[in-house]
């Protein structure tokens, strides 16, 4: 850590009002997708601004086939309100997430709706094998649902592990050997596509931004339990990386020095005492056929086990401390709670609450709705695509910033 003085401030005002443009036509379409069909008269009025500009930057949306125009409300008193509505059509995009053993994949239509999935094993897990599976799935999602060229974004791929998305440079996961791979630029160079990586988290994060429970918020958190234990930040409606993509690994939190050592070399990461594997390792001194799996361990839970239903209270209090600590530091109004861990949340949830409010600084509990969605690995490669949906829509409402003008 370096301590320095803050750089002096720089900008232009030509550049102030380019990017304010571009941030209304983003904040409109954003509102469109996440509220709509809204009348023009509305969508001024979530976004705070004039009638007169919605109108004008509305224009190059329809005009290029991002928004469409529907019937006029009838029984509205006063001029009848034209509502406005995303075209799904306008672009679709493939969405990847890269397991330890497999690859998940859709194409979805621009309001993120899945149009075909398919899975597929790695079968060399080095980084040219992953590049090939890569290339392959992305060849059979598209051979089941052919997307025009100009209506195809591109290709988002998640993965765990500590991702640089706006570098496009995967620095290490705990699933492959790949170290600091500029797998953005690997990917796109090999498909010919624009391609954009995040760590999957993250993913999740704007899926639930764009298209799911988030889109009332501008600001809340995922946090994924499982094998991994993540959290992506979204904070003032930004995703947010830090400064190197390290942001949101709260999996790594040192919760307990003298506990077990961690895959990323440290010892008592919150992972290593409430992940799966510490569920797992809990039931190790126990008799009868041996358990290497969080399934097994729950299924003997749900059977009255008590070494089993004390592995899933105490991860829940651990997880509870740490999300505790979490609320005190960002004091979100919303948490989202997900991963494939849920599957049982039953054995644990009550125990993470209890444990949440007792942790809690002052209201930080009261504040925040806990939401529990236990999804499945389609729900992953779905974020992926809407990360490049996201991207891919706000790049091309970049360049409608100068019709926006006339
Ligand atoms: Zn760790």
């Given at each position: 850590m370096t301590i320095t003085e803050p750089p002096p401030r720089s900008g232009r005002d030509g550049q102030r009002a380019a990017g304010a443009r571009e941030r209304h036509l983003g904040a409109i379409f954003e509102t469109v997708l996440t509220r709509g069909p809204l009348s023009r008269r509305d969508v001024a009025r979530m976004t705070g601004l004039s009638p007169a500009s919605v109108t004008k930057l509305v224009k190059p949306m329809i005009h290029h086939g991002y928004v469409t125009e529907q019937d006029p409300e009838a029984g509205v008193p006063g001029r009848p309100q034209i509502p406005l509505a995303i075209n799904p059509d306008r672009h679709y995009a493939v969405g990847l997430k890269l397991m330890s053993s497999e690859i998940v994949g859709v194409v979805v239509d621009l309001q993120a709706q899945v149009q075909s999935s398919h899975r597929l094993k790695f079968e060399d897990r080095s980084l040219q094998g992953g590049l090939a599976t890569i290339e392959k799935i992305t060849g059979v999602l598209l051979g089941r649902c052919p997307v025009p060229s100009d209506r195809l974004l591109g290709i988002g791929i998640g993965l765990g592990g500590h991702v640089n998305g706006p570098a496009g440079v995967?620095?290490?996961?705990?699933?492959?050997?790949?170290?600091?791979?500029?797998l953005q630029k690997l990917v796109s160079e090999r498909l010919n596509l624009p391609v954009v990586i995040e760590n999957d988290v993250n993913t999740l994060a704007v899926a639930e931004q764009w298209f799911g429970a988030g889109s009332a918020f501008s600001s809340f958190l995922v946090v994924t339990v499982g094998t991994g234990i993540g959290c992506g930040l979204v904070l003032d409606g930004r995703l947010w990386h830090g400064v190197s993509g390290?942001?949101?690994?709260?999996?790594?939190?040192?919760?307990?020095?003298?506990?077990p050592a961690c895959h990323c070399g440290k010892r008592g990461c919150l992972e290593s005492v409430a992940g799966g594997e510490a569920i797992v390792r809990a039931m190790s001194g126990a008799t009868g056929p041996r358990i290497t799996k969080v399934s097994q361990v729950a299924n003997l839970a749900h059977a009255g086990d008590p070494a089993a239903r004390k592995a899933f209270t105490q991860a829940g209090v651990a997880l509870g401390r740490a999300i505790a600590t979490l609320l005190n530091l960002i004091n979100p109004p919303l948490l989202i709670l997900s991963g494939e861990g849920l599957a049982a949340s039953d054995l644990f949830i009550d125990a993470l609450r209890e444990e949440v409010e007792r942790s809690v600084f002052s209201t930080a509990a009261r504040d925040c709705t806990l939401l529990v969605r236990p999804q499945p690995d389609e729900a992953w490669a779905r974020g992926a695509a809407a990360t490049m949906l996201r991207h891919g829509v706000l790049s091309s409402l970049r360049a409608l910033t100068d019709e926006a003008l006339m």
């Open positions: 995967l620095h290490r996961s705990p699933f492959f050997s790949w170290r600091d791979a500029p390290v942001a949101g690994e709260f999996g790594h939190m040192i919760v307990d020095p003298d506990g």
